[in-house]
Nanobody, 121 residues
Framework: QLQLVESGGGLVQPGGSLRLSCAASGLTLDNHAIGWFRQAPGKEREGVSCISSGGSTNYADSVKGRFTISRDNAKNTVYLQMNSLKPEDTGVYYC???????????????WGPGTQVTVSS
């Protein structure tokens, strides 16, 4: 069974950067699409980005040009580089695995515990 753990969250000022990591165990990432989702207090979980098993990437409009998703299959890890962070990027960030990319969190069956990202001055 695919198990995922996120890391790299923290407190950052507006305009700053963070790199989140999603480390996998149990299975290799080679055959999995990995999505990043986030959830702010009082809001629904929303898709941020996704990378397919073949390396194709997708981004929510709100993060295009600022976030970059990548994968290192040798390290069994997916990354989310977040630049030019805004207060509205604040939330708990989760990575999740699926057979194919989707914006629907219900399509993902393996979830990490999440990592908190707070963008504030």
């Amino acid at each position: 069974q695919l198990q995922l753990v996120e890391s790299g969250g923290g407190l950052v000022q507006p305009g700053g950067s963070l790199r989140l990591s999603c480390a996998a165990s149990g299975l290799t990432l080679d055959n999995h699409a990995i999505g990043w989702f986030r959830q702010a207090p009082g809001k629904e979980r929303e898709g941020v980005s996704c990378i397919s098993s073949g390396g194709s990437t997708n981004y929510a409009d709100s993060v295009k040009g600022r976030f970059t998703i990548s994968r290192d299959n040798a390290k069994n890890t997916v990354y989310l580089q977040m630049n030019s962070l805004k207060p509205e990027d604040t939330g708990v960030y989760y990575c999740a695995g699926s057979k194919a990319c989707s914006w629907l969190y219900l399509d993902f069956g393996s979830w990490g515990p999440g990592t908190q990202v707070t963008v504030s001055s």
